[in-house]
């Protein structure tokens, strides 16, 4: 029973030591618990408990019922102060987790209470990121501005201006254009011109496409511009309802997948782990990038993520290393911090493998 044990305690050692890249995570839905007691004691008035942050064990909501915890989450989050101590902490669970480098991703949000504004927001974000260096963590931490595609055309293209603007001035932090929010609200055919608009001014785009089925037609048209990544892409392919044309385009293509397993299984978009179209992609040798997506919401780490896909899926611990080295390529960090990370995992590979 005690070796069984200590083995176990060596698979966690493997994924918590194995240097990770983190490309596909939403900072209020990365909140820890740890952070979410702090926020609820300096708001007692707001009533909120923990339970309603996040989606525990055996858990599972609808992808609805999802995004109400995100709404919860926001209504504790919404001071300057609140989103650095939210975004620091953040960063420095990533970082204990192994995580080298990470993409964050956050929608600008403004509040006339505190004095919030979209653009004290990312100004926020984007000074945690600089304290975190300054702290001397072992992260490279870059930063993705989020659409939020509820807000539709008028809101999008603001948020890429700003997006533009901070490219430009934030010394390489901003690297690109993120698509999210509640795939059933909203079409992409609006937020085309916005998206293009991005695209043209440098910024790299990592869009939700096919989160829930049905959306065929869409992710059609946001293929066209077409994406640099693709966040879950879950009815993409044939055998659950999507098609053969978009499976071709993101293969001409090469896009890398963004794949969150817990996350899709929580949100019930993907029925079981063994399900999940992480398989599809892989045995095509498509680039896949395990994230966590939301690791507050959905209680998981991207030590996790990878240990679930392994036993999931029955990869060894040398195709495991593969999976996580090949994410580098996949970020949209500047060549030459490709390189010295590329150099990192040479240098941290296990003598066993
Ligand atoms: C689509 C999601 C998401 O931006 O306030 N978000 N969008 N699908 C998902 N799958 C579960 N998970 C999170 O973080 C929370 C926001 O990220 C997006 C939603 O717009 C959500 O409101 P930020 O930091």
Not at 107 to 133: H, M, W
């Amino acid at each position: 029973h005690d070796s069984r044990k200590e083995m176990a305690q060596d698979v966690q050692t493997f994924y918590r030591e194995l240097p990770k890249v983190e490309l596909h995570a939403h900072l209020n839905g990365s909140v820890s618990s740890a952070t979410v007691e702090k926020l609820v004691a300096s708001k007692p008035h707001l009533n909120i408990h923990q339970n309603m942050t996040a989606i525990r064990g055996g858990q599972r909501r609808t992808l609805d019922e999802c995004f109400q915890v995100f709404k919860v989450i926001h209504q504790l989050v919404d001071s300057e102060e609140d989103v650095m101590m939210v975004a620091k902490d953040v960063i420095q669970e990533f970082a204990a987790d192994g995580v080298k480098y990470l993409e964050l991703r956050s929608t600008p949000r403004e509040d006339g209470k505190t004095g919030l504004t979209k653009r004290s927001y990312v100004q926020t974000i984007l000074e945690a990121i600089n304290q975190c260096k300054e702290d001397g963590l072992d992260i490279d931490v870059r930063f993705l501005v989020a659409v939020d595609r509820r807000n539709g055309p008028e809101v999008a293209m603001e948020t890429v201006k700003m997006a533009e603007d901070f490219m430009l001035s934030s010394d390489g932090a901003v690297v690109g254009l993120d698509l999210s929010g509640d795939p059933t609200v909203g079409h992409g055919k609006d937020l085309l011109l916005a998206l293009q608009k991005a695209k043209n001014a440098g910024l790299k785009l990592a869009l939700h496409m096919s989160e829930v089925p049905s959306q065929n037609e869409e992710s059609e048209l946001l293929l066209s511009l077409p994406p640099d990544r693709i966040g879950h892409g879950t009815f993409l392919h044939p055998e659950v309802g999507g098609a053969d044309s978009l499976v071709e385009k993101v293969r001409k293509n090469n896009i890398p997948l963004e794949l969150c397993l817990t996350s899709n299984v929580k949100g019930q978009t993907v029925p079981s782990y063994d399900k999940h179209h992480f398989l599809y992609w892989y045995q095509l040798g498509h680039p896949c990038v395990i994230c966590t997506d939301d690791k507050g919401v959905f209680c998981t780490d991207l030590s996790q993520e990878y240990q679930l896909a392994a036993s999931t899926f029955g990869l060894s611990n040398e195709a495991v290393w593969t999976l996580s080295q090949r994410a580098i390529a996949c970020s949209f960090a500047p060549q030459d911090i490709k390189n010295q990370l590329e150099q990192k995992w040479t240098k941290l590979r296990p003598q066993i493998l």
